[in-house]
């Protein structure tokens, strides 16, 4: 049996023949519960309980009442721990009964973490619908891909009508737009039915600029003399933090438990300032250890631009990791500037040798593992990593942030010839690392990512100005005619732009690169991942490397060795030393030349078999 959701501190819980109203607000006199209707308003005072606690219980209400909290006799505020907002962040919050689904695939227990091939995508723009309903009714298509994980980016309660999610306000509410709690059930549900993990990607660094009211009654959920780039730092560590830690531990809890997701990626974790003697990080994962059933497979994923590789390290179960992986930024920019040539913001730390940044995440995890960065004016970055297992380190070649962090949003197939994207592609999916990719990729969707939001009132004119100021600092965007091309964020024109067009991936160009992208998933399927399990660490070695071209060797948990030929340059390069030969995988253009130099833009595959 699944596990039930636990009782939680934090918001309104269907009891009996009521419901009992938790809320907590330090810095208030008085909380009075405000249930509404259609009507009236009815309100109840609530009894303060200590150390900022108010709480009542209400009987003969039940799922879909809807209310709110008043503070001091003045504001009405939604539930910080609301259920669902059925009016967005503003609006009424609504009582939602846990166990009111009935889940068809209640025997689902996960996959193991060496079987991860992620599907990055927005529900807002994956497609038409923008739903949960309408994610769920691509799910075959993702299955027929060969994907066996969706990554959705955030879906917590966010202001407006659009946004990337990054700007939640209240982080255990599904977002009105893409559907009620229950169609993000059914979507997890049918999920599971087709074999598919799915991940969400959640947000414990910052609030959003608007729709948060706990600087109104919780202030102490901040620490004003720290600050992130997106505002306020959250209080992991101060005084009356221990609500605080609690609330974002609950809320990773509730997200795997009571909605059933295989795992969460945490972002950008290296905003949160928390001097504890026990991190948060590290307190979550330990907590959730606990919370999930025994036999259940929970992938708990980082983003961390510090590369701190000590939150991957391997536990006593080294089957069960604190962290299973890392997001590997240092491998798309690797990339990126080999395919590319852009070398600008922190590209220009990989811009002096991109293959060789390139071969030490392919074999080592990261690139700057505690070495001089040039982007952070010598300052030392990361960690050493060779010692932990390859599946920690999740490589992609576009995600959210790199497509849509672009001036224009553009893809990597609107930036770098066929030959040059293809090459990279074969790298990437046939790596022992799980590969990440971002939803439209697979058929070179022509439509861009742009960053988009609803942001209400002033922050609308600030948000257009720090978007056209962020690209002031580089050369294509040093005039103020050229700033005023950037889309503009705030416009609905600028969403629509990004939902993806799905019938172009029938077009025949198109269809050959989702029919290769297919190829690729087929032969990691069946001839990678099953020899991932046990793989020893350091498995990679560098066998040979000339600029942009290089040999790599792994040994996989079988015994078997895996090879890899490859330039990525549109040069070509001397062919490596004579390699041991083993059955060829996959090739992609000639590996080698007439003259015996190696062609650009080649990749080879081959497997050697233990002895």
């Given amino acids: 049996m699944m596990p039930g959701p636990a009782r939680a501190c934090f918001g309104a819980h269907i009891e009996g023949t009521g419901v009992r109203f938790r809320f907590w607000a330090p810095d208030c006199r ?25 709480e009542r219980f209400i009987d003969g209400i039940g799922a879909g009442t809807r209310y709110r909290f008043r503070i001091d006799g003045d504001l009405r505020v939604p539930d910080a721990a609301s259920r669902f907002q059925p ?20 025997d689902w227990r996960g996959r193991p973490w060496e079987e991860a091939v992620i599907y ?55 977002d009105a737009r893409y559907g009620r709690p229950d169609d993000l059930k059914a979507l997890i549900d049918a999920a599971h039915g087709h074999g598919l993990m799915v991940l969400l990607d959640v947000v414990y660094n910052h609030f959003g600029p608007e729709g948060n009211y706990l600087n109104v009654y919780a202030k102490r959920f901040f620490n004003p003399e720290r600050q992130t780039p997106w505002g306020a730092a959250i209080n992991f560590d101060g005084p009356g933090s221990r609500w605080v830690r609690e609330f974002f531990i609950e809320n990773a809890i509730f997200w795997l438990n009571e909605y059933r997701f295989d795992g969460l990626r945490l972002d950008a974790v290296h905003a949160i300032d928390d001097r504890s003697p026990q991190h948060i990080l590290e307190a979550m994962a330990e907590r959730v250890d606990a919370a999930v059933g025994g036999d259940r497979q929970v992938h708990l994923i980082l983003e961390n631009d510090d590369n701190q590789a000590h939150y991957l390290r391997r536990c006593a179960n080294p089957s069960s990791p604190r962290y299973v992986a890392q997001w590997n930024d240092d491998c798309h920019h690797a990339f990126h500037v080999l395919l590319t040539g852009e070398c600008d913001g922190y590209y220009a730390d990989f811009a002096d040798d991109p ?12 690139a700057y593992q505690g070495d001089a960065s040039r982007f952070r004016q010598g300052a030392p970055r990361g960690e050493p990593s060779r010692e932990l297992p390859l599946t920690a380190f999740i490589n992609c070649l576009q995600n959210h942030d790199q497509v849509g962090n672009r001036a224009f949003g553009e893809r990597l197939s609107a930036l770098v010839e066929p030959a040059a994207l293809r090459a990279a592609v074969a790298v990437l999916l046939l790596s022992p690392s799980p590969p990440l990719l971002f939803m439209g990729e697979e058929w070179a969707a022509p439509e861009p990512f742009l960053f988009f939001c609803d942001l209400g009132g002033d922050l609308q004119q600030a948000v257009r100005e720090g978007r056209r100021r962020e690209f002031s600092r580089f050369p294509a965007f040093g005039d103020a005619e050229a700033r005023a091309r950037i889309p503009d964020p ?38 990678i991942a099953p020899r991932l399990r046990g793989m020893p660490a350091p498995a990679g070695v560098v066998r040979w490397r000339d600029g942009t071209a290089l040999v790599l060797e792994w040994c996989l948990g079988d015994g078997a060795r895996l090879c890899l030929g490859a330039n990525l340059g549109p040069k070509a390069k001397p062919s490596p030393p004579p390699q041991p030969s083993g ?5 992609c253009a000639a590996a080698t030349e007439e003259t015996g130099r190696l062609a650009p833009w080649s990749v080879a595959w081959t497997l050697i078999e233990p002895v």
């Avoid at 190829?519 to 990691?524: D, H, M, S």
């Fill in 87 to 106: 009016d967005d962040v503003h609006g009424a919050s609504e009582v939602i009964d846990p166990g009111a689904y009935g889940w068809r695939c209640s």
């Fill in 583 to 587: 059955r060829e995988l996959f090739q």
């Fill in 490 to 527: 705030t416009a609905e024109a600028t969403f629509r732009a990004s939902v993806l067009d799905w019938p172009r991936r029938e077009d025949a160009d198109h269809r050959a690169m989702l029919d290769y992208y297919r190829q690729l998933l087929r032969l990691r399927r069946e001839e």
């Fill in 30 to 54: 008085c909380v009075a519960l405000s249930i509404e209707s259609a009507v009236d308003i009815t309100e109840y005072a609530l009894e303060k309980r200590g150390d900022g606690w108010c």
């Fill in 120 to 174: 990055e995508l927005h529900v807002g723009t994956f497609t038409p619908e923008g739903s949960f309903d309408g994610v769920r009714g691509r799910l075959d298509k993702l299955v027929d891909l060969g994907v066996t994980a969706i990554e959705l980016m955030p879906v917590a309660d966010f202001p407006g009508a659009r946004g990337w999610g990054y700007d939640g306000a209240l982080l255990y509410a599904p």
């Fill in 355 to 366: 293959g060789r940044h390139l071969a030490r995440c392919l074999t080592e995890g990261f």
